[in-house]
């Protein structure tokens, strides 16, 4: 072949894979989101009113052991941010205390998940006699981020109930109180109530508790520590509570007369995790063990975040992911993370392999609506900080903030353009807004990629990666829904 060929051949080999680059080019381009800049939030205003119903028109259920599968109904609530019980701080330093509460959540989810996997079997309930200050189910100040305003008692006194996905146990403070910190409302007092009713030490209920005890009466008593010190401590009872129009009887919770700790202004927890004596599994049969939520961006939008009980609360037109279950730990909601996309391209070294959770129940990935930032297992975690630097080289860069170590100096802009960020998980592509992972984090038009990396083999995908989306929980259908815009 002569030089002329040679240099023909070439050419039009250049040309050719020239052609097959700009094509590729063209047909995946770099992906952007326009984010609107817009300032810290201030604490949301409490406008709640409770029910000025009459008593006696409020809809009654029946008990768990009474009703028929076939009558399932919906409830539906508002919630707001912990930040409206703290009404008279800065927006900075509202954003600083949800920073310490969301380092101590993290932190104690992974003592839990630990201690859990170091056993050899998974704790049989009722096993163990007395109390255990190392049992830790859920978090005092790092318990949830969300409250609602429910009725409890016959007839119903409106209380503050956080609610966590973190969490089983239910329990509120009563009097008398040996110790009890400060609430909004006045105390529920059991003895006011006509249908509270103590539970028997040797019932099924009782047995269900990881750390449970007999008064002198033979009736159950319930411990509940928390990964910071704090404890609720009371009589294990079953009570109504009152949804709006609905009331749901026989619901087994904790009366505490002994609360101590750096709980919240909340009267109590409302647990919405996957075990025996959580909400969602005690209302199984009346509710079909389906619930949503959708919290809303308290810097983008006035609405109030929800959240939803029932048939109704699972959408059709969600995309869906398996559940997964731990062996030795039934409280979270696990599911399988596939990869993550930076730009509309995959990012090669978050491998499935990163969040696998093995046999004896290390690793994987929960969903978690307590936790704020979402925390991945440390190589996935650059990996993605890497990709995202890159594909926003242009931004201006800002010193890190706290736990963020990505950030960016917007001050006297009103919007940027920056890398689209998408979730993979079995079976759903879960594309974020760039206001779920791109924060401000002062006063001064500072931002930071709202994500961090953590030693521990535990993936966390925390609320502010879910602010917008009507998240489903389908315990009936062992699987998790997506929605976006689902606040509307």
Same mark, same amino acid.
């Given at each position: ?101 969301? %380092? ?13 996997? %170091? ?260 190589? %996935? ?5 890497? %990709? ?101």
């Amino acid at each position: 072949m002569g030089e002329k060929s040679k240099t023909t051949l070439l050419f039009s080999s250049f040309v050719i894979l020239l052609f097959f680059s700009l094509s590729a080019a063209v047909s995946s381009p770099f992906q952007l989101h326009s984010l609107l800049l817009r300032p810290l939030p201030s604490a949301p205003v409490l406008s709640w009113q409770d029910s000025d119903l009459p008593f006696n028109s409020l809809v009654e259920t029946s008990d768990l052991d009474t009703v028929n599968s076939n009558t399932s109904l919906g409830l539906q609530l508002e919630l707001h941010h912990l930040d409206a019980l703290s009404s008279e701080e800065t927006p900075e330093r509202l954003f600083d205390l949800r920073l310490q509460r969301d %380092a101590l959540r993290a932190e104690t989810i992974n003592s839990l998940v630990s201690k859990a996997v %170091a056993r050899k079997h998974p704790r049989a309930p009722g096993r163990r006699p007395g109390f255990s200050s190392s049992v830790i189910s859920g978090l005092a100040q790092g318990s949830g981020e969300y409250f609602t305003r429910l009725g409890v008692g016959t007839p119903p006194r409106y209380l503050y109930m956080v609610l966590d996905t973190g969490s089983d146990v239910i329990w509120v403070q009563c009097s008398p109180c040996k110790k009890c910190y400060s609430q909004s409302d006045p105390i529920f007092d059991p003895t006011k109530s006509r249908s509270f009713s103590g539970i028997p030490c040797g019932s099924q209920l009782c047995r269900s508790l990881d750390s449970s005890g007999c008064n002198h009466r033979r009736m159950c008593l319930y411990q509940v520590s928390y990964g910071d010190g704090s404890v609720t401590y009371g009589d294990f009872s079953t009570e109504t509570l009152t949804f709006r129009m609905n009331r749901i009887g026989r619901v087994a919770l904790g009366c505490g007369h002994n609360n101590q700790g750096l709980f919240v202004g909340a009267a109590g927890l409302l647990g919405l995790g996957r075990g025996r004596l959580s909400f969602p599994t005690q209302t199984g049969r009346r509710l079909n063990r389906k619930f949503s939520y959708c919290l809303a961006d308290r810097s983008a939008s006035s609405k109030p975040s929800s959240l939803l009980f029932g048939d109704t609360a699972i959408p059709r037109t969600a995309v869906f992911t398996p559940l997964l279950t731990n062996p030795k730990l039934d409280t979270f909601y696990y599911v399988q993370l596939l990869g993550i996309s930076v730009g509309g391209t995959r990012v090669p070294k978050i491998r499935p392999s990163l969040f696998k959770m093995d046999r004896d129940g290390n690793g994987g990935v929960i969903i978690d609506s307590g936790t704020s930032v979402t925390r991945l297992t440390r190589p %996935a975690y650059i990996a993605l900080r890497n %990709a995202f630097r890159l594909g926003s080289s242009n931004l201006k860069r800002a010193p890190a903030f706290s736990l963020f170590d990505t950030c960016y100096d917007f001050s006297g802009k009103t919007s940027v353009k920056v890398p689209t960020v998408v979730l993979h998980f079995r079976g759903a592509d879960v594309s974020l807004p760039a206001t779920n992972y791109l924060i401000p984090v002062d006063s001064s038009g500072t931002f930071c990629f709202a994500f961090a990396g953590t030693m521990s083999g535990l993936s966390i995908i925390g609320n502010i990666q879910q602010q917008g989306f009507l998240v489903a929980y389908d315990l009936a259908g062992s699987r998790i829904g997506f929605k976006p815009n689902g606040c509307a």
